[in-house]
């Protein structure tokens, strides 16, 4: 299945991000990052941010974090950023 999608996704120059849904994430220095295809935020602090995203979770840890902008398709962060992690979510079915 993942080679038809690459396969696909090749042949139609389609945005690797946003076909498979993840997340496309632009740093410029210390001070912005720039994110595209969240799923919203799920935790804003002055030191973290937790941003959704299709499997899991972004964690920006810093000082004087803001949000400047924000749509359905990106997040601009400001601030002095420290640390990027992932946090993976697997959704289990219980039925």
Do not use: C
Request: proline letters at 2%; charged letters at 30%; hydrophobic letters at 40%.
């Amino acid at each position: 299945m993942n080679k038809l999608r690459s396969q696909f996704i090749e042949i139609f120059d389609l945005s690797p991000e946003i076909a498979m849904d993840l997340p496309l994430i632009m740093m410029v220095g210390d001070g912005k990052i720039y994110i595209e295809n969240h799923k919203g935020i799920s935790l804003f602090q002055d030191k973290e941010i937790k941003i959704k995203i299709n499997k899991g979770f972004i964690i920006f840890k810093g000082e004087d974090l803001i949000v400047g902008e924000i749509n359905s398709e990106s997040i601009t962060i400001s601030g002095k950023i420290l640390s990027l992690s992932y946090e993976n979510r697997i959704w289990r079915d219980r039925t």
